[in-house]
């Protein structure tokens, strides 16, 4: 059971990863995110083509789906969830009936009660994960690109491969000048997602210094949402969290 509870935490517990910045000392201010209009013809309309069909959404204590414009389609009835997204591990099942529980058709979540199944977008569970059903991972490790430098206290962005004085301000993509900055990973290394803070705040930002999302939020989660899903996970107080693209949509 502990080689199946390592294999699910870049998924099903994407949602819990973070850095608060409550413990940190920044403050988030209310700004609102846009809100997503609601098209009210299909529970699958996609507005963002980007970004998955169906989002995790925490709704009071537990966890369920809802669509892209913010109607629950899964019910709220989960200790936690994850994307649906492939999993690994039963793509390469010895089992060769259950792979297709491992495809992006199918997300991993956790009932109240601890059990780990795959549902369908329906929301129906179609398998329970058992440790002798998974296979194991082709190990690949695609080393990031770019890297955070810290210098007199505030962080920059250099590419380690070519960066050799601190001093030379030509050598970093971006020079210290926040307060924080993570790279998220991500599918593409030469634009990654930064999350970065300033002035007591966070935002996202890319490889050339640009503003992404606008700095007005109390934490942005360090989890897998961005390479996953292509979202942010932000919250302006550090207790309630949500879902936002690149353009500063709410889900």
């Not at 210098?151 to 971006?174: A, C, H, P, T």
Request: some cysteine; hydrophobic content about 35%.
């Amino acid at each position: 059971m502990k080689v199946f509870l390592r294999s699910l935490v870049a998924v099903i517990l994407c949602v819990a990863w973070g850095v608060n910045a409550q413990s940190s000392g920044f403050l988030g201010v209310k700004n609102q995110a846009k809100e997503i209009p609601s098209k009210g013809n299909s529970d699958y309309d996609k507005i963002n083509d980007s970004v998955p069909e169906l989002i995790p959404r925490k709704i009071e204590a537990n966890f369920g789906y809802v669509n892209q414009s913010g109607k629950v389609i899964i019910p709220a009835v989960y200790k936690n969830v994850g994307f649906f997204t492939s999993d690994c591990k039963l793509l390469n099942s010895p089992v060769e009936a259950l792979r297709k529980y491992g495809t992006e058709e199918y997300a991993s979540v956790r009932t109240l009660e601890g059990a780990d199944y795959r549902i369908d977008r329906k929301g129906k569970r179609v398998y329970r994960f058992k440790e002798s059903d998974l296979g194991k991972c082709p190990y690949e490790y695609k080393a990031q690109k770019y890297h955070s430098y810290v210098r007199s206290g505030y962080y920059g962005v250099i590419d380690r491969n070519k960066f050799e004085n601190e001093m030379d301000y030509r050598q970093y993509l971006i020079y210290p000048q926040y307060q924080y900055l993570h790279i998220m990973e991500g599918d593409d290394l030469e634009n990654p997602m930064i999350i970065a803070a300033h002035k007591n705040k966070f935002g996202v930002i890319d490889i050339h210094g640009n503003t992404v999302v606008p700095f007005r939020y109390g934490d942005i989660k360090r989890n897998f949402s961005w390479k996953l899903a292509r979202l942010f996970e932000v919250s302006y107080d550090g207790k309630e969290y949500f879902f936002i693209d690149q353009f500063n949509n709410r889900y």
